[in-house]
């Protein structure tokens, strides 16, 4: 095989795996899960979960009206955002926090969430991984003041 083959054969492979990715293949949690591991989420679950969360969400933006249409947008669409209280954190994430940590704080912080997904247990690559939102949430006085993102 030429040079100018073996160049045009890695651009059809870079191209097709590139394709794979940005199709929302990709976007399923963990893949290999649902073929490996027995004790795994179906994906019918997942979708439930999912569809569990966004509900959620429309319903806390309607029982606060007060909330900016910024806020709601935010909220509506998974985002964080620093300003955020508790409970928009909660319902934006869409689960309680892994852990909770009250005390010897920094960030002058009164008290921190910690949130780790199922993929970044099991060691996934974090590009790969976008369904979380792993990381420590700082919060001082119910109001999000800092947010260290791990993935």
């Keep these: 095989m030429n040079i100018k083959m073996?160049?045009?054969?890695?651009?059809?492979i870079f191209s097709i795996l590139l394709s794979f990715f940005l199709s929302g293949c990709a976007s399923v949690k963990n893949p290999w899960l649902y073929w490996s591991d027995s004790n795994s989420k179906s994906i019918e679950e997942e979708n439930k979960e999912r569809l569990s969360r966004r509900e959620k969400r429309h319903k806390y933006i309607a029982e606060h009206p007060e909330l900016s249409e910024r806020t709601k947008g935010l909220i509506l669409s998974g985002i964080v955002e620093i300003g955020f209280n508790k409970e928009q954190l909660e319902i934006t994430i869409g689960c309680k926090p892994n852990e909770i940590k009250i005390s010897n704080l920094k960030y002058n912080a009164d008290e921190m969430w910690f949130y780790r997904s199922k993929a970044n247990e099991l060691g996934i690559i974090g590009w790969f991984y976008r369904g979380g939102l792993d990381g420590y949430y700082y919060f001082k006085d119910d109001m999000l003041i800092r947010i260290d993102d791990k993935r």
């Design 6 to 12: 073996k160049f045009m054969l890695r651009e059809v």
